[in-house]
Nanobody, 127 residues
């Protein structure tokens, strides 16, 4: 089982940028499809972005398309979420997730599809 640790969260003004990182231990990401989810206070956890095992396919929620980008470092150790043009509505705890995947080009957008989760990192965007 892979262990995931997120970092890079913090407080930023609206319009600013942050880059979240998700580091793996135990096993590398090379056989895993990865995703980012977020949960705001009083709301359900929601999908943000996903990347396939091979890194060649990605998808983002409509609410963040054009502003957020998911990527991996190619070594199977770290996945990133670059967040630009941040809005107060992006304020949430952001979670990294992983699922063992047999397919290089398949990503997963539902949290029930993932079986490993990080502890989360807080992102706060002030207006």
């Amino acid at each position: 089982q892979v262990q995931l640790v997120e970092s890079g969260g913090g407080l930023v003004q609206a319009g600013g940028s942050l880059r979240l990182s998700c580091a793996a231990s135990g096993r590398t990401f090379s056989s895993y499809a990865m995703g980012w989810f977020r949960q705001a206070p009083g709301k359900e956890r929601e999908f943000v972005a996903a990347i396939s095992r091979g890194g060649g396919s990605t998808n983002c929620a409509d609410s963040v398309k054009g502003r957020f980008t998911i990527s991996s470092d190619g070594t199977g150790n770290t996945v990133y979420l670059q967040m630009n043009s941040l809005k107060p509505a992006d304020t949430a705890v952001y979670y990294c997730a992983a699922v063992d995947s047999y397919y290089d080009d398949t990503y997963y957008c539902a949290d029930a599809q993932y079986d490993a989760w990080g502890q989360g990192t807080q992102v706060t965007v002030s207006s």
